[in-house]
Every structure is written in C-alpha cells, then in structure tokens.
C-alpha cells in the first residue's frame, strides 16, 4: 500500500484527474502499487455539480492516468433515477471534457466543474432499487 503521505486530490492530480472527483474532507483511503484504491467516508453523501452525485461510505476503484475504472460507490442522478458509475475518464491531452461510464450511456460533463472538492451533505434519500437493476444489466 502506499501510505498517506499525499491526499487523495494529490493522487487524483498526480494521475492526471481532477481534484474535485471526491467531496472535500476524506482523509481515510488506501492506494495499492498497482492503482486500486479505497476511499472512506464518514457517511452516505451527496454532492451537487451539473446533476447530483451520491458518494456511498466505501468507494473502490482502480485508477490509472486520465481514468478510473471498476469503479463502486459512486451514482449519478439522471431525470430523477439513479445509475452506478462504473468509469470516470478524461481525454489525454485535456478537451475539457470528463466522462462518467454510467452503464447504459457515458455522460459528459465540463471538466472545469472537478476542478476542486465539493461539500458533501448527508444523503437524505435511498438509492432506487432501479439502480441496483441497471448495475446487474
């Protein structure tokens, strides 16, 4: 494991993301040498960019440069449902643009809204059970 000595926004940087992937304050997380991670929450949380993101209270991943894949932890909201994240991408070079595999479709978003951490308020509703079908599908 690599130890704590960097941030998590450090390592996101270091590996060419945005620091504001993760809401502000987490100060727990492990990194492996080969770019699987753990991040830990005091508690279920969302955090408002474009459209909602719902942070879990354990998020793994594996990240590389310019991505993130076998992502859990992390859902977005889309017209009222919930979908997992399973990827978060950026072009390399920089087109300003980061991608969120949702599954079913790769949202897109301006990068410059990532650019630092979100508060993170206490999540005050479930996750559908819709969620947990599409993540299956």
Known sequence: MISNSKSIYKVL????????????????FSVSEDGKFEVYLDQP???K???????????VG???????????????????????????R?????????????????KQ????LFETPRECVAATHPITAIADVVAKV
């Not at 940087?13 to 727990?28: R, V, Y």
């Not at 909602?52 to 998020?59: A, C, G, S, W």
């Not at 859990?72 to 990827?87: E, H, M, R, Y």
């Open 49 to 59: 960019f474009e459209s909602e993101l719902h942070y879990e209270k354990n998020v």
């Open 90 to 106: 950026v072009d390399v070079p920089s087109s300003g643009v980061i991608y969120f595999d949702v599954g079913v479709v790769h």
């Open 62 to 88: 594996q990240i590389s440069y310019g991505q993130i894949g076998n992502l859990t932890g992390i859902s977005a909201q889309d017209l009222f449902l919930w979908f997992p994240v399973k990827g978060i």
């Open 45 to 47: 949380c969302d955090a």
């Open 109 to 112: 978003f301006s990068l410059s």
């Open 13 to 28: 940087e270091d590996e060419g993301l945005p620091m504001g992937l993760f809401p502000k304050g987490i100060t727990n």
